[in-house]
């Protein structure tokens, strides 16, 4: 069986039946091979392939479909039962979603206005931010206009939209780990919410988005204060302390887990530290480039040197 | 009600007993239909059969001419018994009442 068929294969199959099938396949394509040649046997393959890619795609579909229902159901259930451990959860992606909502506003308004500025439109940024997502007491708004602020602009819009992507992955990140956890027996005695499926992980989602959207009015408060950013980080510490790093050490800690949620919960903490410094040492840059008289250069560099992982986003700094 | 490839599928698994995985099943309704029936067209109504709870999976040893690779046994439950009895029952009393057939009837 070659590779890319193999590929495909997998790509439709679902996991409880993959190794049947691949493992028909290759068994039918041996005696194929024995009967005729190994010409014979690859158009039989492929074939094959095409002709039960529509039927297990189907299938992996509703496998999924059912899986959702039944979490679904298991979340209403568990809410019931046990509503305080529930709320948790919801609670901490409430708060994260917001702070993300909350980043993209901010990155959308420093992007218009270096927009306006790149357009000479403006000596000060009190004249291009627009007025309904103005930074009161930030500072940003008396702030002069030159290239050097221009670019350091540039570096903390182009950091929103990382920390946005990475406050994203972290609950992502948490989403697996409850995944992954599911097989955990109930009698360890954790809270209900952490043993869901990914039905459940994603009710918890939509429940949590909603919530955003009612309370996002209320988030507003964090637009009056100052160090904006650093609150917002807080706000992300305790999202990721409350949902994040609990259960990622409790399931590390359980001898009841399978080894899944162990490996996750290390890669996980790892990440979360790894981070949080990433964080601190950005701003420390960012703070310290705000009084240098060679910004232009220092941000580029430092920027290239911080985001060399992320591919090609130093050359959108540089621009 | 179970569709045509639901049926011929748990009249397969009834009639291969301890043998009924993949392959077989696939093997013989291609002979008692007349077509080449694909791996995918096997599986997808055995799966349906599973969520009715007429048949059950067993997962079952690595093989290495199956490239160390599991099969997975199907076999009947006592509700895919009582499902096959009354699809044979519908065609034992529809047969019985019918005229003998042949085909240079109109």
Known sequence: ???????????????????????????????????????????????????????????????????????????????????????????????????????????????????????????????????????????????????????????????????????????VFMNSITKYSRSRPRRAGFPLWIGRSMGFVAAVFLLARLLTHLLMPYFRFLLEKQMLLYWLIALWLLVGGVSNIVPALALSLSPAVSPHPKKHAAVYLAFMTAFMIGTVLIFRQLDHLKDAQTARDQVRTSAILLFNAGGGLESRLVR | MLSRAEEIALLAVWQLQDSAYGVTIRTLVSEATGYDWSIGAVYAPLYRLERKGLVRMIPGEPTPERGGRSKIYYTLTPEGKKALLRIKRVHDVLWGEAKPLRVDET
Request: with cysteine; glycine share 8%; aromatic share 8%.
């Open chain 1, 1 to 171: 069986m070659n590779k890319l068929g193999q590929w495909l294969l997998k790509r439709c199959l679902s996991r409880e039946i993959r190794d049947a099938v691949l493992g028909d396949i290759d068994e039918i394509t041996a005696v194929v091979t024995h009967e005729a040649n190994s010409g014979r046997a690859k158009v039989w393959f492929w074939r094959q392939l095409l002709r039960s890619w529509p039927f297990l795609l189907a299938e992996k579909l509703r496998r999924k479909w059912s899986r959702l229902q039944s979490g679904m159901t298991g979340f209403g259930r568990g809410s019931g039962t046990n509503a305080a451990c529930s709320i948790l959860p919801i609670a901490g992606l409430t708060i994260g979603l917001a702070c993300c909502l909350t980043i993209l506003a901010i990155t959308r308004d420093l992007r218009t206005g270096a927009d306006a500025v790149d357009r000479g439109e403006g000596e000060h940024f009190a004249a291009v931010i627009p007025a309904r997502f103005s930074l009161p007491n930030t500072g940003m708004r008396d702030t002069p206009v030159n290239s050097e602020n221009i670019q350091i602009l540039h570096a903390r819009r182009l950091f929103t939209y990382e920390f946005a992507i990475m406050l994203a992955a972290g609950l």
